[in-house]
Nanobody, 125 residues
Framework: QVQLVVSGGDSVQAGESLKLSCEVV????????MGWFRQAPGKEREGVAA???????TYSESVKGRFTISRDSAANTQHLQMVNLKPEASAMYYC???????????????????GRQGTQVTVSS
Protein backbone atom coordinates (compact mmCIF):
# COMPACT_ATOMS: atom_id res chain seq x y z
CA GLN A 1 0.00 0.00 0.00
CA VAL A 2 1.37 3.38 -1.01
CA GLN A 3 1.63 6.00 1.69
CA LEU A 4 3.16 9.46 1.74
CA VAL A 5 3.91 10.13 5.40
CA VAL A 6 4.22 13.85 5.94
CA SER A 7 5.64 15.65 8.95
CA GLY A 8 7.13 18.95 10.02
CA GLY A 9 4.21 21.35 9.98
CA ASP A 10 3.91 23.81 12.86
CA SER A 11 2.74 27.24 13.93
CA VAL A 12 5.49 29.85 13.57
CA GLN A 13 6.00 33.58 13.38
CA ALA A 14 6.62 35.40 10.12
CA GLY A 15 10.26 35.27 9.17
CA GLU A 16 10.88 31.90 10.78
CA SER A 17 11.73 28.63 9.06
CA LEU A 18 10.27 25.15 8.82
CA LYS A 19 11.34 21.92 7.16
CA LEU A 20 8.71 19.50 5.93
CA SER A 21 9.48 15.86 5.29
CA CYS A 22 7.69 13.20 3.30
CA GLU A 23 8.57 9.54 3.67
CA VAL A 24 7.45 7.43 0.73
CA VAL A 25 6.13 4.01 1.64
CA UNK A 26 5.22 1.50 -1.02
CA UNK A 27 7.41 2.49 -3.95
CA UNK A 28 10.98 3.46 -4.69
CA UNK A 29 10.90 7.21 -5.23
CA UNK A 30 14.23 7.14 -7.07
CA UNK A 31 12.43 6.96 -10.42
CA UNK A 32 9.58 9.28 -9.47
CA UNK A 33 8.97 12.97 -9.90
CA MET A 34 8.26 14.34 -6.41
CA GLY A 35 6.60 17.53 -5.32
CA TRP A 36 4.61 19.55 -2.84
CA PHE A 37 1.21 21.18 -3.01
CA ARG A 38 -0.62 23.35 -0.51
CA GLN A 39 -4.20 24.38 0.04
CA ALA A 40 -5.49 27.15 2.25
CA PRO A 41 -9.13 27.34 3.36
CA GLY A 42 -11.32 28.67 0.59
CA LYS A 43 -8.53 28.57 -1.97
CA GLU A 44 -7.57 26.21 -4.77
CA ARG A 45 -4.79 23.73 -4.41
CA GLU A 46 -1.48 25.26 -5.44
CA GLY A 47 1.70 23.58 -6.62
CA VAL A 48 4.64 24.74 -4.53
CA ALA A 49 7.65 22.83 -5.80
CA ALA A 50 8.71 19.78 -7.77
CA UNK A 51 11.95 17.87 -8.18
CA UNK A 52 12.84 15.54 -10.98
CA UNK A 53 14.89 12.36 -10.72
CA UNK A 54 18.03 14.25 -11.76
CA UNK A 55 17.52 16.85 -9.04
CA UNK A 56 16.13 19.56 -11.30
CA UNK A 57 13.74 21.64 -9.21
CA THR A 58 10.98 24.06 -10.13
CA TYR A 59 9.04 26.39 -7.86
CA SER A 60 5.99 28.58 -7.87
CA GLU A 61 6.81 32.25 -8.20
CA SER A 62 5.45 32.96 -4.73
CA VAL A 63 8.04 30.76 -3.00
CA LYS A 64 11.02 30.97 -5.33
CA GLY A 65 14.15 31.91 -3.43
CA ARG A 66 12.72 31.02 -0.04
CA PHE A 67 11.70 27.35 -0.41
CA THR A 68 14.05 24.53 -1.34
CA ILE A 69 12.92 21.05 -2.32
CA SER A 70 15.28 18.12 -1.98
CA ARG A 71 15.21 14.37 -2.24
CA ASP A 72 17.04 11.67 -0.30
CA SER A 73 16.75 8.49 -2.31
CA ALA A 74 18.58 6.43 0.29
CA ALA A 75 15.93 7.31 2.85
CA ASN A 76 13.10 7.34 0.29
CA THR A 77 12.21 10.76 1.62
CA GLN A 78 11.80 14.23 0.23
CA HIS A 79 11.98 17.52 2.05
CA LEU A 80 10.78 21.08 1.69
CA GLN A 81 12.91 23.65 3.48
CA MET A 82 11.03 26.90 3.97
CA VAL A 83 12.75 30.06 5.18
CA ASN A 84 11.53 33.58 5.80
CA LEU A 85 7.96 32.34 6.00
CA LYS A 86 5.14 34.75 5.31
CA PRO A 87 1.55 34.60 6.61
CA GLU A 88 0.31 33.78 3.10
CA ALA A 89 2.21 30.51 3.32
CA SER A 90 -0.31 29.27 5.87
CA ALA A 91 -1.97 26.17 4.43
CA MET A 92 -2.17 22.41 4.55
CA TYR A 93 0.84 21.03 2.73
CA TYR A 94 0.69 17.77 0.80
CA CYS A 95 3.41 15.56 -0.57
CA UNK A 96 3.05 14.21 -4.11
CA UNK A 97 4.74 11.80 -6.45
CA UNK A 98 4.30 10.55 -9.98
CA UNK A 99 5.82 9.24 -13.15
CA UNK A 100 5.71 10.97 -16.51
CA UNK A 101 7.52 11.79 -19.71
CA UNK A 102 10.68 13.87 -19.86
CA UNK A 103 9.86 17.49 -19.17
CA UNK A 104 6.64 16.78 -17.33
CA UNK A 105 8.12 16.96 -13.85
CA UNK A 106 7.39 20.59 -13.04
CA UNK A 107 5.70 22.47 -10.20
CA UNK A 108 1.99 21.75 -10.19
CA UNK A 109 2.28 19.07 -12.86
CA UNK A 110 -0.72 16.83 -13.48
CA UNK A 111 1.52 13.77 -13.11
CA UNK A 112 1.94 14.49 -9.39
CA UNK A 113 -0.55 12.63 -7.23
CA UNK A 114 -0.91 13.89 -3.68
CA GLY A 115 -1.17 11.72 -0.61
CA ARG A 116 -4.17 11.83 1.70
CA GLN A 117 -2.22 13.09 4.66
CA GLY A 118 -1.15 16.70 4.90
CA THR A 119 0.71 18.74 7.45
CA GLN A 120 -0.50 22.13 8.65
CA VAL A 121 1.70 25.19 8.40
CA THR A 122 0.48 28.33 10.13
CA VAL A 123 2.44 31.56 9.94
CA SER A 124 1.45 34.44 12.18
CA SER A 125 2.36 38.04 11.50
Amino acid sequence: QVQLVVSGGDSVQAGESLKLSCEVVGYNMETYCMGWFRQAPGKEREGVAAIDTDGTATYSESVKGRFTISRDSAANTQHLQMVNLKPEASAMYYCAGGVGQKGQCRVGSWILQTGRQGTQVTVSS
